[in-house]
């Protein structure tokens, strides 16, 4: 069954670092979706992309945070000069559909550690 | 008023009970809905898509009051892999808002 991989599983890094997390989407899906989890807290969303370009961010993605879709595979979410604050769980996701009108595919998520 | 409300529980429930959840949305433009179970550090996964109509799908039963913005999904004859956090989940753009989860325990 075809599914989203994330990747690392756990990263642990220094306040200020830059960090990449990456993301393979299900092959014939569309629209790439971030999302982020601080433990204990709700799943939120941080930006879609569709067509190559940002469809919506949230006010969590600002210019700290930045998507790319760098070859026809990947889609990867950098930070820029981390903080604290940024230690969270975040999922990567993906559909076929148009956003909301079906079933999102979430990666198994990429654990983020800021100290 | 937050987008999604549910009551974090914990629900805690013996094996065969039915239980239910309930959540209500703030944004009436909100178009599709849907339940989401998570369970402990792992990502959302479907459940069910909700439908005004209602829908069921084994002993899953969601309902849709889109008056009074309001979602709810029963369990009937629960059982101990029933136990994780049920997230609701609303559209009001292309993107899906989660809800905080209800968590439920089913006990032997």
């Known amino acids: 069954e075809p599914e989203v991989t994330q990747t690392p599983s756990h990263q642990v890094t220094q306040m200020g670092q830059e960090v990449i997390l990456r993301c393979v989407p299900i092959?014939?899906?569309?629209?790439f979706y971030w999302y982020r989890q601080i433990l204990g807290q709700k799943v939120e969303f941080l930006v879609s992309?569709?067509?190559?370009?940002?469809?919506?961010k949230s006010e969590i993605f600002d210019d700290q945070f930045s998507v790319e879709r760098p070859d026809g595979s990947n889609f990867t979410l950098k930070i820029r000069s981390t903080k604290l604050e940024d230690s969270a769980m975040y999922f990567c996701?993906?559909?076929?559909?148009?956003?909301?009108?079906?079933?999102?595919?979430f990666g198994e998520g990429s654990r983020l550690t800021v100290l | 008023r937050k987008e999604v409300e549910q009551d974090p529980g914990p629900f805690n429930v013996p094996e065969g009970a039915t239980v239910a959840f309930n959540c209500t949305y703030s944004?009436?433009?909100?178009?599709?809905f849907f339940w989401y179970r998570q369970d402990c550090r792992k990502e959302p996964k479907l459940l069910m898509s909700?439908?005004?109509s209602g829908n069921e799908d084994g002993r899953f039963t969601a309902q849709l009051n889109r008056a009074s913005q309001y979602i709810s999904l029963l369990i009937r004859d629960s059982k101990l892999s029933d136990s994780a956090t049920y997230l609701c989940v609303v559209t009001p753009t292309d993107k899906l808002i989660f809800g905080t989860g209800t968590r439920l325990q089913v006990f032997p």
């Open positions: 092959s014939n899906h569309l629209y």
């Open positions: 944004n009436s433009a909100s178009q599709s």
């Open positions: 996701a993906s559909t076929g559909d148009r956003g909301g009108a079906g079933e999102l595919f």
């Open positions: 992309f569709y067509n190559n370009e940002i469809s919506e």
């Open positions: 909700v439908y005004s």
